[in-house]
């Protein structure tokens, strides 16, 4: 995997699916997600624990209450700059999976993760506000542009040097396909809704203990990577047209 290194992007080399129908994307998603979990725990929780827990730590040192609008901006921010590492480090794993069937390095992984971090940031923060801007106006507007903004990270994590108008990529990608995508994302979106209600609203002790709450928040971002193995298995099904299964 060096080679990906000195080239500065991941070579798609290997057989994947066409991405037509939302329902199959999600059966294979999931059993993706599932046949990684081990990968995509670590991958996330080496990261996001710590950093939550120092997030959380820093809210403690500076009073900064668990509800409220403040809470949430610094709780928002540490998730930008988390992701940002954790998602590139994700997909050059799985992609690395993908090609050879072998389990994923998780120090290269995070190195690669590392490598595209800014890059990553820049075009989250980027997508944030084109989202949020768009979303201010009305609903609709919002999520259209959440949906051709969706293979921004993957297009980070795999096409790097070779791509600089991310954002201008990710809506070429989305043309013509993006009520499939709205399908595979939608209940994805229910699913975290729901899951950050019961652990964070219902699960007692949670958001009255600040170590409590930032496992419990680590734990639903592993969850939510089921959403990055979807966009990663959408943006291969996009750009590549050979007709198999993907490697386990």
Not at 41 to 53: E, M, R
Not at 101 to 117: F, I, K, N, Y
Not at 137 to 142: A, C, D, K, Y
């Amino acid at each position: 995997m060096d080679r990906d290194f000195r080239k500065g992007y991941l070579e798609i080399d290997f057989p994947t699916e066409p991405f037509g129908s939302p329902l199959p994307l999600l059966g294979e998603s999931v059993r993706v997600f599932f046949s990684n979990l081990p990968f995509l725990a670590a991958a996330t929780l080496v990261i996001y624990l710590p950093g939550k827990l120092a997030t959380q730590f820093l809210c403690y040192l500076l009073d900064v209450p668990f509800e409220g609008l403040l809470s949430y901006f610094v709780l928002e921010i540490g998730d930008l700059l988390l992701s940002a590492l954790v998602v590139p480090a994700i997909v050059y794993g799985l992609v690395q999976r993908f090609r050879t069937g072998r389990p994923a390095p998780l120090g290269e992984s995070l190195r690669w993760g590392r490598r595209q971090w800014l890059k990553t940031l820049a075009n989250k923060i980027k997508v944030e506000i084109t989202v949020t801007l768009w979303g201010a106006l009305l609903v609709i507007p919002g999520v259209v542009a959440m949906v051709r903004l969706i293979f921004a990270d993957v297009i980070v994590a795999i096409e790097a040097d070779l791509e600089h108008e991310v954002l201008r990529r990710s809506t070429k990608l989305a043309r013509g396909r993006r009520w499939r995508i709205f399908f595979v994302l939608l209940p994805m979106l229910i699913l975290d809704l729901a899951a950050m209600f019961l652990v964070l609203d219902r699960v007692q002790g949670v958001t009255h203990s600040r170590v409590a709450f930032a496992i419990a928040d680590s734990v639903l971002a592993v969850a939510g990577q089921l959403t990055t193995v979807a966009a990663l298995l959408m943006y291969l099904g996009t750009v590549q047209k050979r007709v198999t299964k993907l490697k386990p």
